[in-house]
């Protein structure tokens, strides 16, 4: 016998009614997973928090393992309750327990729509929907207009460079640099000396960096690594300072004795030493002085046409007191000069007297005393 319409149309809906009831028995006896926001958008960087209850709606204890399905790769989450991380979680009859599920979006990631499922295992899915409003990224720039600069070694080299976050929340980068040994390196953003800086997403900070090289240092084209970062981004860059090297020299003796004895009318030879104590050479080195009244100096040679740095050379001074001089201090002042640098040595002369000046004053006051003897005699008696 062939089955009729009426017949069909009865099973099906016997069929519907049994599937109906099966539901709503599992769902009257069973767990379910509710929460109230099931769609959020949220910018890169954002850590979303669900409170999700797990409601049993059965007659008995129910154990349940709770999972998580369709979280993204480089995304990660946490389910807590009780301050607890949890994988399962027990709720009597007719109750309800509260679980924490935290999801944090990642910096680095596409806009776009996410589907994740929160699962009461052999129970119900909770369906999440998480919308990324904007493309998010972990890039940071390090720039500087001039990146190379020249100068002396006693020079302060101000770089003005520019620091932007383009990562999608606010960014607390740390700021390094590894300089040669012996030099200093400050951070200044916004003017301030500091070893950090703070900056909100999409914004850029003017830093001022600030690099003194070594008083040692010699001649020369010099790196500055330097980078801004934090545990999301890191941004690079490298400066370079060219020393040209200074100039400084000094005069004084090998002994460094700047003070002697002198002869009135005579002459003293003096050994002066030129020291080179810049990095850079002297070239083309002369000689000036600055004497008393009458006397007379003269250098030899008058002239050095080079010095290396660290190195020195030796001259000889011969000065020459004036004849009449009177004894006392006399200074005279020799300097050593490039168009770069110079030095000046004062040197100190006491002027003595000539000794045959001092026998003939002995002579005369011992003259003079026997005179007055002999007058003595003489006429001492009448």
Request: charged share 20%; net charge positive.
């Amino acid at each position: 016998m062939k089955p009729t319409k009426s017949h069909l149309k009865n099973v099906l809906f016997l069929f519907t009614f049994l599937f109906l009831y099966s539901a709503v028995a599992k769902a009257g006896n069973g767990v379910i997973l509710y929460t109230p926001y099931t769609n959020i958008s949220v910018p890169p960087g954002e850590s979303i928090d669900y409170s999700v209850e797990v409601k049993n709606n059965g007659s008995q204890l129910k154990d349940v393992e709770i999972l998580l399905s369709g979280l993204p790769k480089d995304w990660n989450s946490s389910l807590k309750a009780g301050g607890y991380t949890i994988k399962r979680i027990a709720v009597l009859p007719g109750e309800k327990k509260t679980l924490s599920f935290t999801v944090n979006v990642p910096l680095k990631v596409e806009k776009g729509k996410y589907d994740i499922k929160l699962i009461a295992k052999n129970y119900d899915v909770l369906p999440l929907v998480i919308n990324v409003s904007e493309e998010g990224t972990f890039k940071t720039e390090f720039t500087s207009d001039q990146i190379n600069m020249e100068g002396h070694s006693k020079s302060n080299f101000n770089f003005s460079t520019k620091l932007k976050n383009h990562t999608g929340e606010k960014q607390v980068y740390s700021l390094l640099a590894a300089p040669p040994r012996g030099w200093n390196v400050a951070f200044k953003p916004n003017g301030r000396q500091a070893t950090a800086v703070e900056i909100t997403p999409g914004k850029t900070t003017n830093i001022t960096v600030e690099v003194k090289p070594s008083p040692l240092v010699k001649a020369g084209s010099y790196k500055i690594p330097i980078k801004a970062a934090n545990k999301y981004s890191t941004a690079e860059l490298e400066l370079e300072v060219v020393i040209k090297g200074s100039y400084e020299m000094e005069l004084t003796t090998p002994n460094g004795l700047l003070s002697y004895s002198i002869t009135s009318g005579r002459e003293k030879k003096l050994e002066l030493l030129v020291r080179n104590t810049g990095s850079s050479e002297l070239r083309n080195i002369t000689f000036t002085h600055n004497k008393p009244k009458n006397w007379e100096i003269s250098i030899e040679p008058d002239s050095i046409p080079l010095i290396k740095a660290g190195a020195s050379t030796k001259v000889q001074a011969t000065i020459t007191a004036a004849d009449k001089s009177v004894p006392g201090d006399y200074v005279s002042k020799i300097t050593a000069k490039t168009p770069e640098a110079s030095s000046t040595a004062a040197l100190r002369l006491l002027v003595k007297t000539p000794l045959l000046w001092g026998w003939l004053g002995i002579f005369i006051i011992l003259g003079t005393l026997g005179a007055i003897y002999y007058l003595f005699q003489k006429y001492g008696r009448r």
